[in-house]
């Protein structure tokens, strides 16, 4: 398997997102990318999905034949389809209810297989995501700020979640996040991106076996690391 | 601060739905109305004493004499006529509307035709389609196609232009195909922007029908009203009004409203 990016460039209007950007992601690993808003890390995870074109440089993401990958996207905001239930939401991606319904479960949905998206919480909605992502058995996991919009007990629950779903089937995967102690719970490798244009200004590697807990005080220590590194 | 206020707003996507209006009035308004037209137009017959101005017990009995001489089946020619253009004309909006959605040549060459075409009278429309498709069937669909597509096109447009961009970049990655995309998608993202299409293209396609049939047609209720007017029938013409008028109010109440609340049934459940 194959995910990197090489001397890759994206700009758009008024400015230089990426100037020659590479990053190379190692098979297996979950590495989070952390910065500032704005810093051009939405970019690189839109290039790694495909939604959006280089203007210069190689995106490669692609299994060890050159076929492209299976790739689970968990976005910010969940992307549901408000007239499907939750169940056909993931279904649609799975293109098997079967599967639907047991990710659904194990997200903690099994009570709420046929609610419409718009009668669930937040945090509901963004767990029928993961669901979704998840359901397509990916080979990449792409998560760009996924719980940045949830309120911070809901979000430290659904990381708990994610934390497990990982150890239960372990994935390749990029975290977006302009959370330093959410990519040090989750992750295995922490880039730090500065801006303008992105480049990679400090690299941790993350050596707690999981289950992590959230309050372990590495977290913090790295947390105070990669604040003076932004 | 100025943001404070727009925090105010729920954060769901869905618009909140209006609260349901008490039965009593849904369903005595419209009664109100009709007695108010009825009182007045009475009102306005005794004043007069034209006979021009048939009073509502003669309108009434000329309804009674339609109904009975086979106004059902004048009612079913026109509204086979108007369902098969209007049927036409939605196919051909949706093909239309999306492709002007998706591509800036599309756009570029259907947007002057769809301003031309919502400018045309519709009186055009049915001269030409009866020169050209003659009075059996072709003609008048194609009239009630002609004057329907534009608005419904419009529509089209202006909801799948209003598609959370957001969606169509999920079904991207999660690969759905193009049908999946377009009935579960696309379809139900412009179910909203389709109704009040609908509702504009058929009141178009109503006036639009009797033009066509008072041109010839042998059939129709704008056949009927021809008939009526050169026989210098007044009560005739306002029965015949009054059936085709009732006829129509069924068609958007009962087959309308039913659809549209089949179909946005998730907004519905969003409240409880």
Not at chain 1, 141 to 155: I, N
Not at chain 2, 18 to 40: K, M, N
Not at chain 2, 74 to 80: F, G, N, P
Request: proline share 5%; glycine share 8%.
């Amino acid at each position: 398997m194959s995910v990197a990016l090489e001397g890759v460039s994206k700009a758009f209007p008024g400015r230089q997102v990426l100037d020659a950007f590479s990053l190379r992601i190692e098979p297996g690993e979950l590495v989070a990318l952390v910065g500032a808003s704005g810093c051009g890390k939405t970019t690189i995870l839109n290039l790694l999905a495909g939604l959006e074109r280089p203007d210069a440089g190689t995106v490669r993401v692609a299994g060890e034949d050159g076929a492209p990958l299976r790739l689970g996207v968990v976005f910010q905001q969940p992307r549901l389809l408000d007239w499907a239930s939750v169940r056909e939401n993931v279904a649609l991606a799975s293109r098997d209810t079967a599967v639907a319904e047991r990710m659904l479960r194990e997200v903690g949905l099994g009570e709420h297989l046929d609610a419409f998206p718009t009668t669930l919480s937040g945090g509901q909605r963004q767990r029928a995501a993961v669901a979704r992502a998840f359901s397509i058995d990916p080979e990449l996991v792409l998560l760009d700020e996924p719980f940045s919009a949830l309120d911070e007990l809901t979000a430290r629950r659904l990381r708990v979640q994610l934390q497990q779903l990982w150890l239960d089937r372990p994935r390749t995967g990029v975290l977006v996040t302009h959370n330093p102690l959410e990519a040090a719970f989750l992750a295995d490798r922490i880039y730090v991106l500065g801006s303008r244009p992105a480049r990679i200004v400090a690299e941790h590697v993350v050596t707690a076996p999981r289950p992590r807990s959230p309050e372990d005080e590495e977290f913090f220590r790295l947390h105070a690391s990669i604040v003076a590194a932004l | 601060m100025s943001s404070a206020l727009a925090e105010v707003r729920p954060a769901g996507r869905a618009p909140r739905p209006r609260a349901r209006r008490p039965a009593a009035s849904t369903v005595l308004g419209p009664v109100v109305l009709v007695l108010a037209l009825a009182g007045g137009w009475q009102l306005m017959a005794s004043l007069s004493d034209s006979t021009l101005l048939p009073d509502v017990g003669e309108v009434a009995s000329a309804v009674g004499t339609i109904l009975e001489n086979g106004a059902l089946s004048a009612l079913r020619t026109t509204i086979v006529r108007v369902l098969l253009g209007f049927s036409l004309a939605f196919a051909v909006a949706i093909a239309a509307g999306l492709l002007m959605a998706r591509s800036t040549w599309a756009r570029a060459v259907l947007e002057p035709a769809v301003l031309i075409g919502l400018t045309v009278p519709g009186l055009v429309w049915a001269l030409l389609a009866v020169i050209w498709f003659g009075l059996a069937q072709t003609g008048p669909v194609l009239a009630v196609a002609l004057s329907a597509a534009p608005a419904l096109v419009l529509n089209v447009y202006q909801g799948a232009r209003a598609v959370d961009p957001g969606l169509i970049e999920m079904a991207h990655v999660f690969r759905f195909n193009r049908r999946v995309r377009l009935t579960r998608l696309w379809l139900p993202a412009l179910v909203p922007f389709l109704l009040s299409g609908a509702r504009l293209g058929l009141s178009l396609s109503w006036k639009v029908i009797v033009l066509v049939e008072m041109f010839g047609a042998s059939e129709g209720v704008g056949y009927e009203l021809n008939t009526a007017f050169s026989n210098q029938d007044v009560a005739g013409v306002l029965a015949w009004t009054i059936v085709f008028g009732a006829a129509m109010a069924l068609i958007e109440y009962g087959l309308l409203r039913t659809v549209e609340r089949r179909v946005t049934r998730w907004r519905k459940e969003a409240i409880v």
